[in-house]
């Protein structure tokens, strides 16, 4: 047997498929960008529809159903101009005209055809789905049986019912060493870890999405567990990560462990193959406030559920105010790994968007008017989301709840919420890609949640008057994310036509199917490829909006995590629920 006949075995054969298939994607790459750009899902009948052209396409283009002569829409590109993001410079192509539901082919002279151009009502149904029952696959503690999840079905890991308490989690009541439990919870990400900090802005996202379209959801079944039973799925979902939040809390002074970790990253395996000890480590200030924040609106989101989990609600509200007493006494503990952890940090050293959040969910589950008193809304800033500065949540809520505000609280919320919506339209609307990512810094680490908390914040502003410009700004977004980008390609694997194969996640790596676990956002291009050296392979480009690598090693750009997928539900739900059935 020959040296290459030895390494073709069938253990390294698959490795080989997948390796030629990334070699292809590289290759082609140039070949991908000179084709049209649109969103591969499909859009609503009454959406803004876009699609981006090569400069070089020519002056007019057809819309016509395949297979037929008929031209059903007929129109201009407009001129030609550049994305500085990807040093391209490009055409749109206007399609929302096109209101009637139907697959369409798009042609434009020089071009190829462009095809599957989808109308449909409920174009994006499945995906909200999808990226909803996502958080069911990244469940800790439970065997994910096949008539729930499939192929992908998996047996149970980390049951946490034995977790240590670090050294710098220590306290009299629980010396280092102590047992306790700390069961369910999602991982985080690719990663088999869990964090109270991520998990804040998160639980949030995905309660808001309830909060605002609640018929949506509860005409939802995602075929989880609990599907059927006594709780809307959403519901069902979000509380087996606030079940483990709730474990995190030391019942003796209502701090807050920072996270739930090994010492070091699991390698690539399935979590019932990674058995190495787990602990608590560290209360924070910043995971007591997200703590407070997540449990203050969750108990309102669960009191109509009494019934059905009785005591709940309160649970929650009392777990909310111990904490922000907690953090009242202890405004300045700044989470660092201790020596010994190097697992993932969630380090934030600005606290006071953290406590503004956590004081506007508390004023409003309580109305106690201490905590409007200590949001000092006057001279608090507005600013779209991310997990280390969640000030823009506290105005999400505010403008939600407007109706529990004074008159003039209420005015305030409407005018700043309203003046960040046309900030990130205007950019919008002066981008050559029709999007408000147009600068290098709106390219981070999780570009594509960053886009889509653009979004949501957008829709936020939109839901206030109904300006229409808004609610197209935000369609935009979700467009770039299922494929009207650069890289011609859908984030969320298992959608559309071209989407990741190789996303940075420990079970789709390891499960030995080709197919990776669907619904999952892949972070998105990263120009600070903080991975590189890690990889194999090289990124095609440090340009910031092509900066991105379908592999399994890369951290940077292609794993999945749960801050990542809520604004995906969040952002597909309210567009299906609130773009209007015609232009």
């Keep these: 047997m020959t040296a290459l006949s030895k390494w073709l075995t069938m253990e390294s054969i698959p490795r080989l498929i997948r390796r030629l298939a990334w070699i292809c994607l590289c290759l082609t790459a140039e070949a991908v960008q000179a084709q049209a750009a649109f969103n591969q899902l499909g859009y609503l009948p009454g959406a803004a529809k876009w699609v981006v052209l090569p400069a070089e396409a020519g002056d007019e283009f057809r819309v016509m159903r395949p297979g037929a002569g008929d031209v059903v829409l007929r129109g201009r590109l407009g001129a030609a101009r550049l994305w500085a993001p990807a040093g391209q410079t490009v055409r749109l192509a206007d399609l929302s005209a096109l209101t009637d539901s139907g697959e369409y082919e798009l042609r434009v002279e020089g071009q190829p055809v462009a095809s599957r151009i989808v109308v449909a009502p409920d174009a994006y149904a499945a995906l909200t789905a999808a990226g909803l029952k996502a958080f069911y696959f990244n469940r800790a503690g439970i065997t994910l049986e096949a008539r729930h999840a499939g192929r992908w079905a998996r047996a149970a890991g980390h049951p946490d019912t034995e977790v240590l308490i670090h050294a710098s989690a220590a306290s009299r009541v629980r010396p280092e060493g102590t047992r306790i439990a700390a069961s369910k919870g999602w991982y985080d990400a690719g990663d088999y870890n869990k964090y109270v900090v991520n998990s804040g802005i998160t639980v949030y996202t995905l309660l808001a999405a309830w909060e605002q379209f609640p018929a949506l959801f509860k005409a939802q079944g995602l075929g989880i567990p609990e599907s059927g039973g006594e709780l809307p799925d959403l519901l069902a979902e979000v509380l087996w990560n606030l079940d483990w939040m709730l474990a995190m809390q030391d019942p003796a002074d209502g701090g807050v462990y920072h996270k739930l970790t090994n010492l070091s990253f699991d390698g690539n395996q399935m979590p019932r193959e990674a058995t190495r000890p787990r602990y608590v480590v560290a209360k924070s200030t910043a995971a007591a406030l997200d703590f407070a924040a997540v449990m203050a609106q969750a108990s309102?989101?669960?009191?109509?559920?009494?019934?059905?989990?009785?005591?709940?609600?309160?649970?929650?509200?009392?777990?909310?105010?111990?904490?922000?007493?907690?953090?009242?006494?202890?405004?300045?503990?700044?989470?660092?790994?201790?020596?010994?952890?190097?697992?993932?940090?969630?380090?934030?050293?600005?606290?006071?968007?953290?406590?503004?959040?956590?004081?506007?969910?508390?004023?409003?589950?309580?109305?106690?008017?201490?905590?409007?008193?200590?949001?000092?809304?006057?001279a608090l800033p507005i600013r779209v989301p991310s997990w280390d500065d969640v000030v823009g949540l506290a105005w999400m809520s505010l403008a939600q709840h407007r109706d529990r505000l004074s008159r003039a609280d209420a005015d305030l919320v409407t005018r700043r919420v309203r003046g960040l919506g046309d900030e990130l339209a205007a950019r919008w609307q002066a981008s050559a890609y029709r999007l408000p990512m147009e600068s290098a810094t709106d390219f981070v680490w999780g570009s594509n949640a960053h886009a889509l908390n653009q979004a949501l914040m957008l829709i936020q502003a939109y839901r206030l008057d109904g300006e229409r410009r808004r609610l197209d700004a935000a369609q935009s977004v979700l467009d770039y994310v299922l494929g009207r980008n650069p890289l011609r390609m859908s984030y969320v694997t298992g959608f559309g036509q071209r989407s990741p194969l190789h996303p940075h996640h420990r079970p789709s790596e390891a499960d030995g199917i080709d197919a990776p676990v669907p619904g999952f956002l892949a972070g998105g291009p990263n120009p600070g490829r903080q991975d590189q050296q890690h990889c194999p392979v090289r990124y095609p480009s440090a340009l910031p909006a092509l900066a991105y690598l379908d592999h399994g090693c890369s951290y940077a750009s292609n794993e999945v995590a749960i801050n990542w997928n809520a604004p995906l539900v969040y952002v597909s739900a309210a567009l299906q629920a609130l773009t209007p059935a015609t232009r």
């Design 300 to 378: 309102r989101v669960y009191r109509p559920f009494e019934v059905q989990r009785p005591g709940l609600s309160a649970r929650m509200r009392e777990a909310a105010v111990a904490a922000w007493h907690w953090a009242r006494a202890n405004p300045g503990v700044v989470y660092q790994n201790p020596p010994d952890v190097q697992t993932g940090e969630y380090g934030d050293t600005k606290l006071d968007d953290e406590f503004a959040w956590a004081a506007t969910e508390l004023y409003l589950s309580t109305g106690e008017a201490a905590y409007r008193d200590a949001l000092k809304l006057d």
